[in-house]
């Protein structure tokens, strides 16, 4: 939930139950006051009885009108103290009951009391208070959609600064070299993080091009050594004939000297990938690709007697093609050296996917042989060639997945 509908919720749910609660104090507060004022009237009806009775010492007549009524009635020698209570009246002309007011007190005629009761209909004061509760129920509601407009229209005008930064962090790229400008605000948060996003992109690239510069020039320098040792030792190879033992050692030491070169030669291609340095683009042919790696691979294919299943539709993507093809030669590979004598392979490339299924023994965690120098058991490998496969497919948004049955392990390519 974004952070402007939340604050919405929270403060519609505040200002809802402010104003019920501010809504309810208002009705009874509006309903006492008219009360107390009928009241009033009350005090005066009876006042101006007991003014009549001092005057002429004897009870006005019984008095009934259409909202008013006073009853007279004997009550013995006991003082009555005069009280308010609500009670019903019945309308004269309608001749319904209605709402009404009654004060009861007493007053002594030629030494006898007498009761006296004044009813007052409430419904014009019962009628008036619905009148102001739906006038303040139709302001509230009026408030709250003001409010409400209001609050989105300036909140969102507030907030464009982040929005406009967010943005440009979801397209910040090193690779691409998109940069983040400033964007400016009145706002001291807003500033702030302004500032702390420029510091952060300049860190950022700043350390992204002095690795990339290390990442090149360890590659680069790594080569001339290896290129003297490789050198040298095909110039002891050829100044005499060596034991049993020597050879050995020379072969151990080719055999090392290589795996440098690999090693070197794939941490390279992994930071060109990873930093986005490889941009050659083009119609890349899947099936050519993989018909040019069989053919390399055609010798160590008969020395194991593999046998070799393909099923190839034509299918072209938009990718690089030397990147397709290390892609490709690694999972090809992968699957030859780790198959065993009289073993099967199958490869299918159709317009959807590409599955490559091999027989071989053992197993292994896929997601850990995803991290690098990660190997299998028994592999000789340098434990970067799945994570280069792995890598080019995200760049391409490409899918590998794996999947293993008894002795057949399957690696299948999802294409976009």
Same mark, same amino acid.
């Given at each position: 939930?974004?952070?402007?509908?939340?604050?919405?919720?929270?403060?519609?749910?505040?200002?809802?139950?402010?104003?019920?609660?501010?809504?309810?104090?208002?009705?009874?507060?509006?309903?006492?006051?008219?009360?107390?004022?009928? &009241?009033?009237?009350?005090?005066?009806?009876?006042? *101006?009885?007991? %003014?009549?009775?001092?005057?002429?010492?004897?009870?006005?007549?019984?008095?009934?009108?259409?909202?008013?009524? $006073?009853?007279?009635?004997?009550?013995?020698?006991?003082?009555?103290?005069?009280?308010?209570?609500?009670?019903?009246?019945?309308?004269?002309?309608?001749?319904?009951?209605?709402?009404?007011?009654?004060?009861?007190?007493?007053?002594?005629?030629?030494?006898?009391?007498?009761?006296?009761?004044?009813?007052?209909?409430?419904?014009? +004061?019962?009628?008036?208070?619905?009148?102001?509760?739906? $006038?303040?129920?139709?302001?509230?509601?009026?408030?709250?959609?003001?409010?409400?407009?209001?609050?989105?229209?300036?909140?969102?005008?507030?907030?464009?600064?982040?929005?406009?930064?967010?943005? /440009?962090?979801?397209?910040?790229?090193?690779?691409?070299?998109?940069?983040?400008?400033?964007?400016?605000?009145?706002?001291?948060?807003?500033?702030?993080?302004?500032?702390?996003?420029?510091?952060?992109?300049?860190?950022?690239?700043?350390?992204?091009?002095?690795?990339?510069?290390?990442? *090149? %020039?360890?590659?680069? *320098?790594?080569?001339?050594?290896?290129?003297?040792?490789?050198?040298?030792?095909?110039?002891?190879?050829?100044?005499?004939?060596?034991?049993?033992? /020597?050879?050995?050692?020379?072969?151990?030491?080719?055999?090392?000297?290589?795996?440098?070169?690999?090693?070197?030669?794939?941490?390279?291609?992994?930071?060109? $990938?990873?930093?986005?340095?490889?941009?050659? %683009?083009?119609?890349?042919?899947?099936?050519?690709?993989?018909? *040019?790696?069989?053919?390399?691979?055609?010798?160590?294919?008969?020395?194991?007697?593999?046998?070799?299943?393909?099923?190839?539709?034509?299918?072209?993507?938009?990718?690089?093609?030397?990147?397709?093809?290390?892609?490709?030669?690694?999972?090809?590979?992968?699957?030859?050296?780790?198959?065993?004598? %009289?073993?099967?392979?199958?490869?299918?490339?159709?317009?959807?996917?590409? +599955?490559?299924?091999? +027989?071989?023994?053992?197993?292994?965690?896929? &997601?850990?042989?995803?991290?690098?120098?990660?190997?299998?058991?028994?592999?000789?490998?340098?434990?970067?060639?799945?994570?280069?496969?792995?890598?080019?497919? &995200?760049?391409?948004?490409?899918?590998?997945?794996?999947?293993?049955?008894?002795?057949?392990?399957?690696?299948?390519?999802?294409?976009?």
């Amino acid at each position: 939930m974004k952070l402007l509908n939340k604050y919405h919720r929270i403060n519609i749910a505040v200002t809802v139950i402010i104003m019920l609660i501010t809504g309810i104090i208002y009705y009874y507060t509006i309903s006492r006051i008219l009360t107390s004022q009928i &009241d009033k009237d009350l005090i005066l009806e009876e006042n *101006e009885v007991i %003014n009549y009775v001092d005057l002429n010492h004897r009870l006005p007549e019984v008095y009934e009108s259409n909202h008013q009524q $006073i009853i007279f009635a004997p009550f013995g020698n006991k003082k009555i103290e005069r009280r308010f209570l609500d009670t019903v009246y019945r309308e004269i002309k309608a001749n319904e009951l209605e709402p009404g007011r009654a004060l009861i007190s007493s007053v002594k005629v030629s030494g006898q009391n007498y009761r006296i009761l004044v009813i007052q209909s409430k419904v014009q +004061t019962e009628y008036l208070i619905q009148i102001i509760f739906l $006038i303040t129920i139709c302001v509230i509601v009026i408030l709250l959609v003001v409010l409400m407009i209001f609050n989105r229209v300036i909140l969102k005008s507030i907030w464009q600064p982040f929005y406009k930064l967010l943005f /440009q962090l979801k397209e910040f790229s090193l690779a691409n070299h998109t940069n983040i400008e400033s964007i400016p605000s009145k706002i001291d948060e807003f500033i702030e993080l302004d500032n702390a996003m420029l510091t952060m992109a300049y860190r950022v690239k700043n350390d992204y091009e002095n690795l990339k510069a290390f990442t *090149e %020039n360890a590659s680069h *320098e790594l080569m001339t050594p290896i290129s003297v040792i490789n050198s040298k030792l095909d110039t002891l190879v050829q100044t005499d004939e060596f034991t049993d033992k /020597q050879s050995k050692l020379l072969n151990d030491l080719y055999g090392t000297v290589a795996r440098l070169t690999r090693l070197n030669k794939s941490m390279l291609l992994l930071a060109k $990938i990873e930093n986005g340095l490889i941009m050659d %683009n083009q119609e890349v042919d899947i099936k050519e690709i993989i018909e *040019e790696c069989l053919y390399q691979h055609e010798e160590m294919i008969h020395q194991l007697n593999i046998n070799l299943q393909t099923d190839f539709q034509d299918k072209r993507v938009k990718a690089s093609k030397l990147l397709m093809e290390v892609l490709l030669n690694n999972l090809i590979s992968n699957a030859i050296r780790h198959n065993y004598s %009289n073993g099967e392979i199958k490869i299918i490339l159709d317009t959807k996917q590409l +599955t490559i299924s091999n +027989t071989g023994n053992g197993t292994f965690n896929f &997601d850990q042989v995803l991290k690098r120098f990660h190997k299998s058991d028994g592999s000789e490998g340098i434990g970067l060639g799945l994570t280069l496969c792995k890598q080019i497919c &995200d760049n391409y948004g490409l899918n590998l997945s794996y999947s293993q049955n008894n002795n057949t392990h399957t690696f299948n390519v999802i294409f976009w």
